[in-house]
């Protein structure tokens, strides 16, 4: 293969997802593995820190090598080998930065750190180099649910955060209570497309004037429910619980799209999966007449082509990260 163009590989080992890309250009995907835990952490009801960095460690090579194959690219090919280096679980991030450290000295190539957010904002660049800035991204993960006004690539602010829980912990800890299992959006999200009733009415947390979140309320409001009404079906419950997340996350996000003045609003973070959400943003974007952003569901969640993107970037931007940088578990937007 010609390396006229410029090839990232990138990991990402921040969660769950054991994760190699290969991206040329920033923008097109040549692979994007991707080896999933959640069978191994789903007897425990959440991911265990502990057993997700043995895991990575297992998983890496294997993954690293279908992703070569796949992308038909030899490590010459490569402009620079990226991994994500924080916010996440320590272990796991670890496991991902040494493995891109030593790659990217063993092959002489240029390592790049890259913030696991930023990732998740330049997912949406992948499908949709063209977009238009400034824009709203609502980024909504297990870890994560924050507004950050994107003025330019690389200048971020957060204008609203959950004060409590992340809407993805909100959709696991509903789902552990009812018995659905881990992790709880995508069972949550089946169950209430296949509702046709009308769903039990849950007040929606925190809708004030402020863009910030929060869900421990929604969550408790559902124990007290279930506690009351036992043989209320799950799925109606189910509904009920993720339509008024939903119509938060839409009112959330509207309101920062209107007081920012932004033409793009856009959807990041493994919640960004949700049928419902997915389907009310496109039509509350149209209302207001912004372009809407919807990455497909295979850069919602955690991938390693999303963190390539970002890597491509920032290594034209700030250049390459010293081979002595760590890994940082809190890192957050903007540091
Ligand atoms: O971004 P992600 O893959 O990992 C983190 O960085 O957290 O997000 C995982 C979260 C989990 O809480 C999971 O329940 C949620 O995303 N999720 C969903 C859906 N698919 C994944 N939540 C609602 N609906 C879905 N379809
Ligand atoms: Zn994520």
Redesign the pocket.
């Known amino acids: 293969m010609s390396s006229a163009r410029d090839l990232f590989l990138a990991i990402e080992t921040?969660?769950d997802?054991t994760s190699v890309a290969i991206v040329a250009d920033g923008t097109e995907t040549l692979a994007n593995v991707v080896s999933s835990q959640v069978e191994i952490h789903a007897p425990f009801g959440g991911v265990v820190p502990e057993v997700a960095s043995r895991a990575h460690l297992q998983n890496l090579e294997p993954v690293l090598t279908q992703a070569l194959r796949q992308a038909v690219v030899e490590p010459d090919d490569l402009t620079a080998v990226a991994a994500t280096h924080g916010p996440g679980l320590i272990g796991a991030l670890l496991v991902g930065v040494t493995a891109a450290k030593t790659l990217a000295l063993a092959w002489n190539k240029p390592y790049v750190g890259v913030n696991?957010l930023e990732g998740?904002i330049f997912a949406a660049f992948l499908e949709r180099p063209d977009v238009r800035l400034p824009m709203i991204t609502l980024l909504v993960?297990?870890?994560?649910t924050s507004l950050v006004h994107v003025r330019d690539r690389g200048e971020y602010t957060v204008v609203g955060s959950t004060i409590d829980d992340?809407?993805?912990?909100a959709?696991?800890k509903v789902a552990r209570y009812l018995g659905l299992g881990y992790?709880?959006?995508?069972v949550?999200?089946r169950i209430a497309s296949g509702f046709a009733g009308e769903p039990i009415a849950f007040p929606r947390g925190l809708m004030d004037d402020s863009l910030d979140f929060s869900f421990s309320g929604m969550k408790t409001a559902v124990v007290n429910y279930v506690r009351k009404h036992p043989d209320t079906p799950n799925d109606a419950i189910a509904a009920g619980f993720q339509d008024a997340v939903v119509d938060v996350l839409i009112t959330k996000t509207m309101q920062a799209v209107k007081r920012h003045g932004v033409i793009s609003a856009c959807l990041g973070?493994?919640?960004a999966?949700?049928?419902a959400?997915r389907r009310r943003f496109e039509v509350a974007c149209d209302d207001l007449g912004v372009d809407s952003l919807v990455p497909s569901r295979q850069f919602?969640?955690?991938n390693a082509a999303m963190i390539a993107a970002a890597a491509h970037w920032r290594l034209r931007h700030d250049g390459p990260t010293p081979l002595s940088g760590g890994a940082t578990p809190s890192l957050g937007l903007g540091s």
């Open positions: 921040s969660c997802e696991h998740h993960s297990g870890g994560h992340a809407a993805g912990e959709f696991d992790p709880g959006g995508p949550i999200d973070g493994g919640v999966a949700n049928s959400l919602c969640t955690d």
